[in-house]
């Protein structure tokens, strides 16, 4: 791997000529270009979110980059998921593997590495430490609370994103500084929702929704990382690219916030976390805790996306191929198809929420 080097605090010729774009930018120079190619990130999901903060991340000259994730590429994912092609979707290649493929080829100095892993409460730590931002590119909010659980345990800063439909989100996340998601989550409520959440698989996303999400989170992590962050840290920023509105608030830290406050990692501790166990063959049931779930309300959103759909007062059953879903009121379900507990939370997340 050709890596850019950097002599006596300088940057080689060749790599000062590839961003020389970006060095005449004043706020980064030189040396914020030199520390974005020292830098270390983690990238936890790559969907359209992360595919696209990638791409703009190793072409700025982030020097290593970890790729998380555990599903793989569908024909389904090329409207929005930039960077895929055909031929991945074709070999069904784990999102990890092909990302990593042509970011090497976008940018051969960089180190990239794909993980295809399902981030959980035993290895999360050892995947995100040693890094200095994380990223999100995740697609349910139990995974985003562990990774908020492990980067106010460690210091580490990152950027929550999100994306559905025509609508998305982005707040950068200073621990100990900024409010985290933890303190959001109780400000909108969103840890305690119960019932049935919009995901991309139920009401669809705009893969321009999806870009200029991306480009805010990736700016704001390229800043932070060329060690010019501070304004701008600890504001939520939205954007619906079908209406055109755009906006910005301050989110204060909560001073009794269980994550930056009480330092309680429920996350982290697999307190929080579905709990997940074989039910007879090829099926595996995922306890969902404290939810309920509107069923007739989920009858509707599958409609348009799955088969079979069929419900009664008790349960709502439908069909993905191959898989078939069984939910109930509690939020219970058992996903027949599959014994792997990371494709069954993956469905889960997809036509549920989480």
Same mark, same amino acid.
């Given at each position: ?39 270390? #990130? %983690?990238?936890? &999901?790559?969907? @359209?979110?992360? *595919? ?7 072409? +700025? =000259? ?47 100095? #960089? %180190?990239?590495? &794909?993980?295809? @892993?399902?981030? *959980? ?7 995100? +430490? =040693? ?47 900024? #409010? ?67 906006? #910005? ?106």
């Amino acid at each position: 791997m050709n890596l850019p080097f950097i002599h006596n605090g300088h940057m080689d010729p060749k790599s000062y000529e590839r961003y020389s774009r970006q060095i005449l930018f004043a706020a980064i120079g030189e040396k914020g270009q030199e520390r974005l190619l020292a830098s270390r #990130a %983690a990238l936890v &999901g790559c969907g @359209a979110l992360g *595919t696209a903060i990638a791409n703009l991340l190793v072409r +700025a =000259g982030v020097g290593t980059l970890r790729i998380i994730d555990r599903d793989f590429v569908e024909e389904s994912n090329l409207q929005r998921q930039m960077l895929f092609d055909e031929a991945d979707a074709r070999e069904s290649l784990p999102k990890a593997v092909a990302a990593e493929r042509h970011l090497r080829a976008i940018n051969a100095g #960089a %180190a990239v590495e &794909g993980v295809v @892993a399902d981030l *959980t409460p035993a290895n999360a730590e050892d995947l995100l +430490a =040693g890094h200095d931002i994380i990223l999100d590119g995740a697609d349910n909010f139990e995974t985003r609370f562990l990774v908020n659980d492990v980067a106010v345990k460690r210091g580490i800063r990152w950027i929550y994103a999100g994306v559905v439909g025509s609508y998305g989100v982005m707040l950068p996340i200073h621990p100990s500084r900024t #409010a985290c998601l933890a303190c959001l989550a109780d400000l909108m409520n969103a840890e305690a929702t119960h019932g049935v959440e919009e995901t991309c698989d139920t009401v669809g996303v705009l893969g321009a929704a999806a870009g200029v999400i991306s480009s805010l989170a990736a700016g704001a992590a390229i800043k932070t990382l060329a060690n010019s962050a501070g304004e701008g840290d600890g504001r939520l920023t939205s954007f619906d690219v079908w209406i055109g509105r755009y906006r #910005a608030v301050q989110v204060a830290r909560d001073p009794n916030c269980r994550a930056c406050a009480r330092h309680e990692y429920r996350y982290l501790e697999g307190e929080a976390m579905p709990h997940v166990t074989m039910c007879g063959r090829d099926s595996v049931q995922i306890h969902e805790r404290g939810r309920k779930l509107d069923l007739a309300l989920l009858g509707q959103r599958l409609g348009p996306v799955a088969a079979d759909v069929r419900q009664n007062g008790f349960l709502l059953r439908f069909s993905v191929n191959p898989y078939e879903i069984t939910v109930f009121a509690d939020g219970r379900a058992i996903i027949k198809g599959t014994r792997e507990p990371s494709v069954a939370r993956s469905l889960y997340s997809r036509y549920l929420g989480a």
